[in-house]
């Protein structure tokens, strides 16, 4: 390795990758895509209780109208914290980071409500977590 290849590496100014900032597009458009489904998901469970069908019983059960309510609010300021994550701020990331975990716990929770659903939305919560965290800071470059 010559003394260049070593400068460009640890050089903060250095032009970012297509890659990180491919990922930290994805996590942002991923969190904006996962809020706004849990928010319609929140929507469904408000005004249609009867949609969902319970299976096992689980520890965490609550009236569908509370998971309604919880599901439209953390679903909209999830999409609100992917909309920031475009901008490049840091705190934006910190957001997104913060609110991808709650959601994938969230989704956890929901498990007996619509379990495939929430496997999808909790892998996609786990690629945004990595992407945000590993890549995030190449947008704002």
Do not use: C
């Not at 900032?21 to 994805?26: A, I, P, S």
Request: glycine share 8%; no cysteine; proline share 2%.
């Amino acid at each position: 390795m010559s003394h260049d290849d070593s400068t460009r590496r640890s050089d903060p100014d250095r032009g970012s990758s297509g890659f990180a900032v491919g990922m930290t597009m994805f996590a942002a458009i991923a969190l904006m895509v996962v809020g706004l489904f849990q928010a319609l998901e929140g929507l469904i469970a408000l005004f249609n209780d009867t949609l969902y069908a319970v299976g096992e019983k689980w520890v965490f059960a609550f009236d569908l109208t509370t998971w309604g309510w919880i599901h439209l609010i953390v679903g909209l300021i999830v999409a609100l914290a992917g909309y920031f994550v475009l901008t490049g701020a840091v705190w934006a990331r910190t957001v997104g980071v913060i609110m991808a975990v709650l959601s994938a716990l969230l989704n956890f929770v929901w498990l007996p409500y619509y379990p495939v659903y929430s496997v999808v939305v909790i892998a996609l919560d786990v690629l945004v977590i990595w992407a945000l965290i590993a890549h995030g800071r190449e947008i704002a470059r």
